[in-house]
Nanobody, 116 residues
Framework: QVQFVESGGGLVQPGGTLRLSCAASGNIFNIAVMGWYRQAPGKQRELVAAIANGGGTRYIDSVQGRFTISRDNAKKTVVLQMNSLKPEDTAVYYC??????????WGQGTQVTVSS
């Protein structure tokens, strides 16, 4: 079983930058695809970005060109670099396997608030 701990969130002004980090308690090299998800108040959790072991990535349209996902299996970490943040990026951000994220793998998430 793997547990994830997310960190790096905070309050930032529009146009600002944050770097989120996801630390795994177990090995993630056998998780083919890792994803960053977010959940805004009153909305369902959604996938934001995903990265395969081979390095292939995918992003939702609204963050394409602004966010960058990376992973380091040796360090058991997945990072989400977020640039040019917008108020609509405000949410709690989580990492987990993609697709079919196991319910018992979810961490507490990290709050990202974009506001002036």
């Amino acid at each position: 079983q793997v547990q994830f701990v997310e960190s790096g969130g905070g309050l930032v002004q529009p146009g600002g930058t944050l770097r989120l980090s996801c630390a795994a308690s177990g090995n993630i090299f056998n998780i083919a695809v890792m994803g960053w998800y977010r959940q805004a108040p009153g909305k369902q959790r959604e996938l934001v970005a995903a990265i395969a072991n081979g390095g292939g990535t995918r992003y939702i349209d609204s963050v394409q060109g602004r966010f960058t996902i990376s992973r380091d299996n040796a360090k058991k970490t997945v990072v989400l670099q977020m640039n040019s943040l917008k108020p609509e990026d405000t949410a709690v951000y989580y990492c987990n396997r993609f697709p079919n994220p196991p319910s018992d793998y979810w961490g507490q998430g990290t709050q990202v608030t974009v506001s002036s």
